[in-house]
Structures are given as C-alpha cells and as structure tokens.
C-alpha cells in the first residue's frame, strides 16, 4: 500500500499568485491533517478533516487559506494572494480514524517558495 | 494552550554511543499522548516512539526509549547504540485524548552522528 503522497515536491510562485496543494491520503484513512512547516521550526496545525468536513480549522492563520475535501479522499490547500510569509514546508499526514489512538502518517511535504 | 519545548537545537553524539535528547511540555489536561518524530532530509516525519500519559511504565521501541516523568511534564528520548542513520530532525509532539487530534510540535533538535 502506498503512503500519503503530496504534489508537487516544489512550489516556485511570485507574489499575490494563487497556489493549490494537493495531499493524497492513504487508502481507507478517514481523517486527514495539513500542517505548515516554517524553516528550522516544528509544524504548525492548519486543518484537520474527518471524512469530507474540517472538523477543526482553528489553525488557518488567515481567510486567504482554504482547504477542501469534496469526496472524502484526496484533499487540497488553497492559499489565494500569497506573500513572501508563506513560504514554508507545508506536511499533510491522515490517521485511520480521529481517535487519539490513531497514528498519523505524514507525506513528504510540499515545499512553497513565495519570490 | 499546549506547548512543546525542546531546549537543545543541535545535539552530536559518536556512533555507538548513547545520546539523550530533551522535551519539556505544558498541559493542563490529565491524559494525553507524547510523541517523538524523526525528520531525515526527505522532510517525511517518522513516528519514532509513542507514549500514553496513564501509562506509568516508559515506552521502548528497540533502541530507542523515552524517559516519561508526568509530574515533571518532562519526555526524554534515548538513542542507545546510535547509528549513522539516526542523524535526522527530532521532534517532540504532544496529543490530546479525545477533544482535537491535532499534534503540537516542540521547535526540534538536530541530531548528528559521527563515525
């Protein structure tokens, strides 16, 4: 079985452009997590989806950051009008299940440059 | 709020030998899951070792062991016969039971690993 998969590897965008991410999620796995990794920092929390709803979007750090998951699978981060504080790393991962008890598998991130 | 602190950015220890990495974390909550996570340069996070908060014994996973002391919200990781392919990013992550899945990272330590 495949693990979470993210596209693209690399982002190279300018200023004020809009940007879409796209996170893969393991087969089966419900619940579905994006998180913002920032240089030599830990990941931040954004959104965490249970089936195709944000169950808890209390760490999108402004209304230019949105995220999707219209089937319950595949999810997408969208980040309209970027600026240069958004380049970062940004990791999906996704857990069988929402309960503490689920370990949650990270993809390899999608690494955002924002000239 | 839940914070994770990891006091040491850079740790070096010889291959073979023993290295001790530091996570201190504030909480109010009784139960909880601590975490440690490896970062090698592919950015993929690797769950290392997981610990429940009621359990009082410390967890071990092979080489790797974890000092858990509740009262003292303190999660010590230990690598025991390091290897070369040990040298990564540690984080130290904290997790709710049951209100919210997400996980709050510590900053990391970097971990390098000599011949």
């Known amino acids: 079985g495949a693990g979470v998969s993210q596209t693209p590897s690399n982002k190279v965008t300018e200023k004020g452009k809009y940007v879409e991410l796209r996170c893969d999620p393991i087969s089966g796995h419900t619940a579905l997590y994006w998180y913002r990794q920032s240089l030599g920092q830990g990941p931040e929390f954004l959104i965490y989806?249970?089936?195709?709803?944000?169950?808890?979007d209390s760490g999108l750090p402004n209304d230019r950051f949105f995220a999707v998951r219209p089937e319950g699978s595949v999810s997408t981060l969208k980040i309209q009008r970027t600026e240069r504080g958004d380049s970062a790393v940004y990791l999906c991962?996704?857990?069988?299940?929402?309960?503490?008890?689920?370990?949650?598998?990270f993809g390899p991130g999608t690494r955002l440059t924002v000239l | 709020a839940q914070t994770v602190t990891q006091s040491q950015p850079e740790m070096s220890v010889q291959e073979a030998e023993t290295v001790t990495l530091s996570c201190t974390y504030d909480t109010s909550e009784s139960d909880y899951y601590l975490f440690w996570y490896k970062q090698p340069p592919s950015r993929q996070m690797i769950l290392v070792i997981r610990q429940e908060a009621y359990k009082q014994q410390n967890a071990t996973e092979n080489r790797f062991s974890v000092n858990f002391q509740k009262a003292a919200k303190s999660f010590s990781l230990k690598i025991s016969d390091s290897q070369l392919g040990d040298a990564a990013m540690y984080f130290c992550?904290?997790?709710?039971?049951?209100?919210?899945?997400?996980?709050?990272f510590g900053g990391g330590t970097r971990l390098m690993v000599k011949p």
């Open positions: 992550a904290y997790r709710r039971i049951n209100a919210g899945n997400m996980l709050t």
């Open positions: 991962a996704s857990s069988r299940g929402s309960g503490g008890n689920n370990e949650q598998f």
């Open positions: 989806f249970q089936g195709t709803g944000a169950a808890d």
